[in-house]
């Protein structure tokens, strides 16, 4: 399972692309295993239009969509590379890092200096959040 990724990529874009392709592109060529499972990001998905669906083309722009064009490419090298490839695309993935820039880290950092929260989303919304514990087997 390869699930490298810079979440500051606007800051560290040749980082992300490390971490999204060149990375992926040695294991592929250097390591024998059975399956390959690439987590991506529902991201890639940003520009298509509601509500997206796997097998739609995926639009993006060169320039402003680096990370989903990297998170692509990755998924690309694994269904083309590895007759065992396989892509599982993510979103709200939540883990131990209360410095992250993430909703969730920033929620805590909120609740914990000021001991209250300001949620700045309309009522209505919702999202679902997946600990990054239940996607990958991790070591406490």
Known sequence: MDCAGVTDFRERPLDAVE???????RLLRESRFESLTYLSTLGVYRRAGAPAR???PLPLLPGSDLYSMSKAMGESLVLSCHPRGRVVRLA????PDLRSQLFVASVLREVVATGELTLRTAPESSRDYVSVYDVVECPM
């Open 54 to 56: 796997e097998d739609d």
């Open 92 to 95: 709200s993935v939540y883990g």
């Open 19 to 25: 971490a999204h392709v060149c990375r992926l592109e």
